[in-house]
């Protein structure tokens, strides 16, 4: 476009010139696509295209930051072949074609971006009608191990199974992703399915996934389904259903997680910030699911008492189908809804010390909402468990003064200001208050083989401490008006 706005301004000059000169009669007509020039020829007004596209399957090469590049339809980087992407490097996703990238079993993504220059896929459109659901998102799988029989992502074509039943792929590697943003994802596929931002099937431990923002997605945040990679420093924003869920055995580590919720809009199938499964039912499949998060923030909807969320919010912790998830030394405000433990299977893998929840802090309103039970499961069970374990409850709505008491700031809820006019760069960092306290991994848990070593001591809990935000720099907070 500027281009174009350089040449009018030169021919604008060009014709007062030459008017002052002489009068000449052009008789030229240019065909569709070209305008008339001052000296009497026909001008390209076709503008060099803004995106690199990519189609199909991919082979192994490397993206520059000097291009910006367009998924169209359900890209591919099938076994053997390796996408590397450069630091700075734009990928947008096509929304008529509904551009996806699916790393599959045995293929790697080496996506490493820095702080200063963060690897961005988002939505194609331009700064300021870009929204939820513009284009797929990033699927990547491996043969790490799911307690599921060959499942595949709905939606992919041709469909793609992932995982294995046993342990031999565990230490696999799909690569690495530091510092990347995954925007504006979460298109419908198939009718009522969306993809997530990040759908990670059965990806081994081998690889390395830290500093990854999603934002304004179409479904869930991050989805793990199976598998044994580990993660820090993730951050899900603005997404319409569950922030972090997590399914069919997936057994890895995650370490620092923030995510903030808008309150307007949310998932008919509930929004959580956590919502784990062991499987697509209660039946009794193994590996279960044994995922471990430590030190998580989570920014609910509520900002204020008078601002109440679409209705389709519902839990903090929403845990269901036998899952045994780990959710430690983690904050969750602003949820009008605590934890609910939805089958009695849940309760049984709690009870049982199979999973785990210790030393988190709750803060929800007093009342039925803030234990809840499914079917079969009497909410005061629940109540025992979280007392039990070294959990804490703040029986509040996110009031300013309870807030400062844990050393939270007060500015960081979306409550009522517009999605594009979040604080540009919001700081996290913990004031004086009950948060500033050590993280504990002095249960068994963190002596099995896979987790033994990966936490880090925290002299906090939830994200952040007083001295360091991780989010600074690479990750945007206002992404529908950045121009890319
Ligand atoms: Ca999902
Ligand atoms: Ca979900
Ligand atoms: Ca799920
Ligand atoms: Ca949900």
Known sequence: MQKLFLFFLAAMTAMFLISCDKDEECTLTCPAGQILTIDCTCFNTVE????TELTGSLTTQ???ASKKYLLKGQVFVNAGQTLTIEPGTVIAGDKATKGTLVINKGGKINAIGTKEKPIVFTSALDAGIRDRGDWGGLVILGNAQVNQVDPAIEGITPAVTFGKADESSNTESSGTLKY???EFAGIELTPNNETNSITMGSMGSGTVMEYVQVSFGGDDGFEWFGGTANAKYLISYGTWDDCFDV?????GNVQYGLS???PTFADQSGSNAFECDNGPNDNDVKPYTTGTFSNFTCIGPRGTNSNAPNANYQHALDLRRRTA?????SVFVGWDRGLRFNQPSVTAQYTSGTGLLYNNV???PSGANQFLGGTGVVAADVATYWNDNGNTTVSSNPTADNLTALGLKTGLFFDKKDNRNYGATPDFKLVAGTLNAASKFDKARFDAPNRKGYFQAASFIGAFGQSDDWTDTWAEFNPIL???
Do not use: A, C, H
């Open 62 to 64: 490397t993206l520059v």
């Open 247 to 251: 399914d069919f055995g997936f057994s």
């Open 362 to 364: 709750l803060m929800t």
């Open 325 to 329: 998830v780990g959710i430690v030394n």
């Open 48 to 51: 060099e295209p803004k995106f």
């Open 260 to 262: 903030l919720r808008y």
């Open 180 to 182: 990347v943003r995954v």
């Open 482 to 484: 950045k121009v890319y």
